[in-house]
């Protein structure tokens, strides 16, 4: 399964944004989708999760309150809503699978790239 992201771009501080991360095919129910983010001159850090087998979810401290992950199955999809963005989330965005939300990511996808800025 390959994994594309989309819906990046140029928002003013305080703006929201939703991120698609789109499947090429359906996600085993043994998998997890990750959302995970590199800011320029900086490694890569997990900002949520979602688990396939029971929609479980987990964020990173400095997103709660104001991401929110979700799946539609039909479109094997994964969203990422952000609201409230600051500069300090300006990043490519990747998603990426794991075996389960936690593990050790084994695949990425090609990242979109968000700008916050006024």
């Known amino acids: 399964v390959q994994l594309q992201a989309s819906g990046g771009g140029l928002v003013q501080p305080g703006g929201s944004l939703r991120l698609s991360c789109a499947a090429s095919?359906?996600?085993?129910?043994?998998?997890?989708v990750n959302w995970i983010r590199q800011a320029p001159g900086k490694g890569r850090e997990g900002v949520s999760c979602?688990?396939?087998?029971?929609?479980?979810?987990r964020y990173a401290d400095f997103v709660k309150g104001r991401f929110t992950i979700s799946r539609d199955d039909a479109k094997n999809t994964v969203y990422l809503q952000m609201n409230n963005l600051t500069p300090e989330d300006t990043a490519v965005y990747y998603c990426?699978?794991?075996?389960?939300?936690?593990?050790?990511?084994?695949?990425y996808g090609q990242g979109t790239l968000v700008t916050v800025s006024s």
């Open positions: 990426a699978t794991a075996r389960a939300c936690g593990q050790p990511i084994h695949y």
């Open positions: 979602i688990n396939t087998k029971d929609g479980t979810t």
């Open positions: 095919g359906a996600l085993p129910d043994y998998y997890a």
